[in-house]
């Protein structure tokens, strides 16, 4: 079992900047796939990003490429996904989602174990 939590969401006018943090417990983080995805009211959850257990690889959706950057410490139990030049269309629910292997890239939702109840973030025009 892994539990995550999200934080960090607010809200923000566009071209700022925000970064949220994802903890993990429960088991060996250090050997988990994790990703972030988000969704708006009435819209399905997208993927937003992923990165490998070791930290050196990272996948983005094309939203996010150039603008996001999710990066972790294994010592922290922690993930962050810094996001800079947000956009109104940004705004939605984000979520920490953890999968139970170390397959990279994950995108799909199905491929993820664990998720943490979301943190807002709301871009204001």
């Known amino acids: 079992q892994v539990q995550v939590v999200e934080s960090g969401g607010g809200l923000v006018q566009a071209g700022g900047s925000l970064r949220l943090s994802c903890a993990a417990s429960g088991r060996t983080f250090s050997r988990i796939t994790m990703g972030w995805f988000r969704q708006v009211p009435g819209k399905e959850r997208e993927f937003v990003g992923t990165?490998?257990?070791?930290?050196?690889?990272?996948y983005y959706a094309d939203s996010g490429t150039g603008r996001f950057t999710i990066s972790r410490d294994n010592a922290k139990n922690t993930v962050y996904m810094q996001m800079n030049n947000l956009k109104p269309e940004d705004t939605a629910v984000y979520y920490c989602?953890?999968?139970?292997?170390?397959?990279?890239?994950?995108?799909?939702?199905?491929?993820?174990?664990?998720w943490g109840q979301g943190t807002q973030v709301t871009v204001s025009s």
């Open positions: 990165i490998s257990w070791s930290g050196g690889n990272t």
């Open positions: 989602a953890a999968a139970d292997n170390v397959e990279f890239p994950l995108d799909a939702l199905y491929e993820y174990d664990y």
